[in-house]
């Protein structure tokens, strides 16, 4: 079983940042490609970032390209979402998720099988 624990939401004014972590377990991080979503309220859970098994390839939203960077570390089984020049539509429960299968791609079109519970983000404007 695989479990993921994020950490780092929270309130924050419009144009600050935030960094995001997940912590997973439960299996060989290092080879599960991992993603981050998001869902605002009375909207759809929506991918934001992924990226693949080793960190080589990411995928972004088009709504947070240039603003948001998703990064991890295989040795300490993290993966972080570093936030920046955050926006009030911004706002919304962020989600770390990981790959069902093995050696993947991180795309926004990939099987995600395992959720973390979420962590808000507010940001005000």
């Known amino acids: 079983q695989v479990q993921l624990v994020e950490s780092g939401g929270g309130l924050v004014q419009a144009g600050g940042s935030l960094r995001l972590s997940c912590t997973a377990s439960g299996r060989t991080f290092s080879r599960y490609a991992m993603g981050w979503f998001r869902q605002a309220p009375k909207k759809e859970r929506e991918f934001i970032a992924g990226?693949?098994?080793?960190?080589?390839?990411?995928y972004y939203a088009d709504s947070v390209k240039g603003r948001f960077t998703i990064s991890r570390d295989n040795v300490k089984n993290m993966v972080y979402l570093q936030m920046n020049s955050l926006k009030p539509e911004d706002t919304a429960v962020y989600y770390c998720?990981?790959?069902?299968?093995?050696?993947?791609?991180?795309?926004?079109?990939?099987?995600?099988?395992?959720w973390g519970q979420g962590t808000q983000v507010t940001v005000s404007s």
């Open positions: 998720a990981a790959e069902g299968p093995s050696y993947g791609s991180g795309s926004p079109s990939s099987r995600y099988d395992y």
């Open positions: 990226i693949n098994w080793i960190g080589g390839s990411t």
